[in-house]
């Protein structure tokens, strides 16, 4: 597992999560799951030309999330993420953030009636090229290599060549996520995401999918009710158009720090590569470089927390992170079960992951439906008060 010591003090990004105020000694955080980049002379010159780059998105839309990640902890919202485990610079095409987009459209229309809350949509997409392991090499016959970290470090293929962190992908990551931004954008306000269209694609799947029977009363009346409200000459911005926030995790630090903007608003600083970051179960400690970097940035920033948490553990990140107490589209085979009865020997069929097996569209539409099923269940006996988790 590589490290590295960076150190932290006043000339670092400043923000409001207890940044180090100044005449505070500065001190050295390990930074782990870093590459171990060959040449960092080239590394140094990627990340001058990563910070002279645009920002892949506004601090105003962190912000705008962040108001409708608070009304999720009021229980007034429900949070759907999804998206690849690991993107691939090759999945950045047309057909494939496409498909993406459209089962998390496909599953926020099934939960918005359901629960009858708005649905806050978060790709785990245009930037997710980075990934942890557990270990710093691969063996395979005798051969050891660097272990595969991501398209954004180095290639799947098992050749000294691919396997060789490369700095110049940090940039291949960078306009790959803008690609995806920009496809994500043009499709959620240009009537790709129009509420009619998206229901017309889960009728498509109820009358497709060997489950669809379960599902096709909920499916009616989500029929009846766009028929009513068609009726009534109800034709608000909010049929034709959905807001859509990018998230992945903040592994690679070379990458976010160069991302990281000063908003001119209000002076506080931004990882601008992505509207909400997470730190993963890896580099969650108290005192490391992930977590100090969190801190400082005011986007809206998740932790993985793991069965090796301790309360404590869990109480320390909030104190870090939050001192003032505020709150694939693919049909892949690469999971067992869902309406299509998917067994191991299916697996086989279709298993293109990079990393992380993934449910494909019709398994994600199984389970948007079930958890849609089993709110309105739970609802119906009295719990009204219940709220979504």
Not at 84 to 96: L, Y
Not at 141 to 153: C, H, S
Not at 263 to 275: K, N, P, Q, V
């Amino acid at each position: 597992m590589t490290a590295s010591s960076v150190e932290e003090g006043p000339g670092a990004s400043a923000g409001p999560r207890g940044a180090v105020r100044p005449g505070e000694q500065p001190r050295r955080a390990q930074a782990l799951q870093q590459p171990a980049w060959p040449d960092p002379g080239r590394l140094d010159a990627v990340v001058r030309s990563l910070e002279r780059l645009p920002p892949l998105v506004s601090a105003g839309e962190c912000d705008q999330l962040k108001e409708r990640l608070a009304a999720v902890a009021r229980g007034e919202a429900f949070v759907l993420q999804g998206g690849d485990c690991a993107e691939t610079f090759a999945s950045t095409t047309a057909d494939s953030i496409r498909g993406r987009l459209r089962m998390l459209l496909q599953m926020a229309v099934v939960l918005t009636y359901a629960a009858s809350v708005p649905v806050v949509k978060i790709g785990r997409m245009a930037g997710q090229f980075a990934k942890p392991r557990s270990a710093a090499t691969e063996a395979r016959d005798g051969v050891e290599l660097p272990v595969y970290r991501g398209d954004a470090v180095n290639a799947l293929d098992f050749t000294a060549a691919a396997r060789t962190p490369d700095p110049g992908r940090l940039l291949d990551a960078y306009h790959c996520s803008a690609v995806t931004l920009n496809l994500c954008r043009a499709f959620a306000s240009g009537g790709y995401a129009d509420l009619r269209q998206v229901h017309a694609w889960n009728q498509d799947f109820v009358a497709s999918s060997p489950a669809g029977q379960r599902y096709e009363r909920l499916a009616g009346e989500i029929d009846r009710a766009i028929a009513f409200m068609h009726a009534c000459g109800a034709d608000p911005e909010e049929f034709r158009a959905v807001e859509f926030y990018s998230s992945h995790e903040a592994l690679l630090l070379d990458y976010e720090r160069a991302l990281t903007r000063t908003d001119s608003r209000t002076g506080d600083a931004y990882d601008l590569s992505a509207h909400l970051l997470w730190i993963g179960e890896r580099t969650r400690a108290p005192d490391g470089a992930h977590i100090e970097f969190a801190r400082q940035i005011r986007n809206p920033v998740a932790v993985k927390i793991g069965p090796s948490a301790r309360p404590q553990d869990v109480l320390t990140l909030l104190d870090a992170l939050d001192p003032g107490h505020e709150f694939t589209g693919d049909d892949v085979t690469e999971c067992m079960g869902g309406g299509q009865h998917i067994t191991e020997s299916d697996l086989r069929h279709r298993y293109e992951t990079a990393c992380d097996p993934r449910l494909n569209r019709s398994q994600s539409l199984d389970l948007a439906f079930l958890v849609a099923d089993m709110y309105r269940q739970h609802t119906s006996t009295g719990h009204h008060g219940a709220q979504p988790s």
